[in-house]
């Protein structure tokens, strides 16, 4: 029958890259690694790599986790940066500010047991409040304070310096995956908007309305503003927008988009500078990357000598893919709980801001990364994709080799699908402030 006809499909890539934030540079850098000869494209709306979420994000990292999963992502791929930084002498703007993690009581017992497991292990530091008022000149008691009560500002008892901790510049991290991959021989496509992908049958019979449900799938490419491409493999790695493309074609990413906001001031008072140049924490002779009981965020940033305020609400804040920052929600939000801790921002206004996707897994917060016939998906970020980066790129592109296992930086291995959906393993994370 005429029908039956074999009609062989034109493809043009082996790999297929849609997005090129971290999770894509990453994932299209290990595929080449190991396999020199693949033909890979990275396509991305924006006009340069990184401009995504990961040019908005705050750059931090730790490796403090109790989750065995977790801490070997984040830790082998912080050990991944410090070596293209001092092994290999590309600057990534790594600073190791240390996170300290501000706590009271009532919190702190909670996680007493983890945080006495990382002191034993030389990991983390317990200050007292005392200790922490000296040094950074901040507020660390409410008790009888009507107006704390209000913010929910609880006290300061204690402060948790982990070490192996700090920030990294993500701008300069995706330029470094990208000037590799260039070297390497892959293609960027930039300005090129990826409006659908498109299902072709293993076996094309070109009869009408193809693929019938019968038909075996495989997802053939993308049609973007510009055309349709083709590869063998297609990696989704399109960050908040990930579901946009995913959902038409009935695949679930179990993770959505939510706006998170970071605000900058100079250091416009004497105070500011003081703070900022806090000794005794870190080497850098810099406040660390602060978290208050509150959730609320301070980081002195060292290259552009400014501060950096956040904090990612979630009751009341949609899950929506708008990225306008709202210069309210600092006054708002940000500002009273802050100049509460430290008066040293009182009346500071703030000189830039910007917003950025968080794609958030609310299932377990760890990334999602799975394989659907010719397609694999990384994305569910959850706010930690700078410092868990390199590992999911390696993941990633496992699953896009058909591997069963991936090695991370060190040596280290895991189970190519321990973040699918069906075969995901995940205990409770235990370590959360
Ligand atoms: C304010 C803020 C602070 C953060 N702080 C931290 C932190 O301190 N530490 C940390 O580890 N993480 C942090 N993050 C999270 C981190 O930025 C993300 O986890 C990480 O950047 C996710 O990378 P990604 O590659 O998945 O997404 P992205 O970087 O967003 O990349 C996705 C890419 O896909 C492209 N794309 C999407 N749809 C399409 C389409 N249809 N066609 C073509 N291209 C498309 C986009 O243009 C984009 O470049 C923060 C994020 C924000 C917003």
């Known amino acids: 029958m005429i029908w039956l006809e074999k009609v062989i499909a034109v493809v043009d890539y082996d790999f297929l890259i849609v997005g090129a934030g971290i999770f894509g540079l990453s994932t299209a850098y290990h595929i080449k690694r ?246 005794g924490f870190n080497e850098e002779g810099i406040m660390p990357f602060t978290f208050l009981p509150t959730g609320h965020y301070v980081r002195a940033d060292k290259r552009d000598k400014t501060f950096w305020l956040g904090f990612a609400d979630d009751l009341g804040r949609g899950f929506d893919t708008n990225e306008d920052p709202e210069e309210r929600y600092y006054y708002d939000n940000i500002y009273p709980v802050v100049v509460k801790y430290f008066p040293q921002f009182r009346d500071v206004s703030i000189d830039n801001m910007w917003a950025g996707l968080y794609m958030i897994n609310s299932l377990d917060g760890a990334p999602v990364i799975f394989k659907v016939e010719n397609m694999v998906v990384a994305t569910g970020d959850s706010g930690s994709g700078i410092l868990k980066g390199d590992a999911v790129g390696r993941v990633a592109a496992a699953l896009a080799l058909g591997k069963k296992e991936a090695e991370l930086y060190g040596g280290r291995r895991i189970r190519s699908d321990v973040l699918s959906i069906h075969n995901r393993c995940m205990e409770p994370e235990k370590f959360i402030f």
């Open 34 to 279: 190991t396999n020199k000869n693949a033909e890979i494209a990275v396509v991305d709306k924006n006009l340069d790599a990184g401009q995504g979420a990961t040019a908005k994000s705050a750059g931090g990292f730790r490796v403090i986790f109790t989750n065995p999963v977790n801490r070997t992502l984040a830790e082998s791929s912080v050990d991944f940066y410090l070596h293209v930084q001092r092994d290999l002498n590309r600057d990534l703007g790594i600073v190791m500010a240390g996170y300290l993690i501000l706590q009271d009581k009532r919190l702190f017992e909670i996680n007493r047991p983890v945080v006495e497991r990382f002191e034993e292990r030389g990991e983390v530091k317990v200050f007292r409040s005392d200790e922490l008022r000296e040094k950074l000149k901040m507020n660390v008691n409410f008790d009888g304070d009507e107006e704390a009560e209000l913010l929910g500002a609880k006290n300061v008892d204690y402060g948790i310096l982990a070490k192996k901790c700090g920030y990294i510049d993500a701008d300069k991290l995706a330029s470094f995956y990208k000037e590799e991959l260039i070297q390497m021989g892959c293609s960027f496509e930039f300005n090129t908007h990826v409006e659908n992908l498109f299902l072709e049958p293993e076996l094309k019979l070109g009869i009408p309305r193809e693929p019938r449900t019968w038909q075996k799938k495989r997802i053939a490419g993308v049609e973007t503003n510009k055309g349709r491409i083709t590869a063998k493999n297609v990696i989704v790695t399109a960050g908040g927008w990930s579901h946009l493309l995913l959902d038409r074609i009935g695949v679930d990413c179990i993770s959505k988009p939510k706006k998170r906001q970071i605000f900058t001031v100079k250091l416009k008072k004497p105070e500011l500078e003081e703070l900022f140049h806090t000794d």
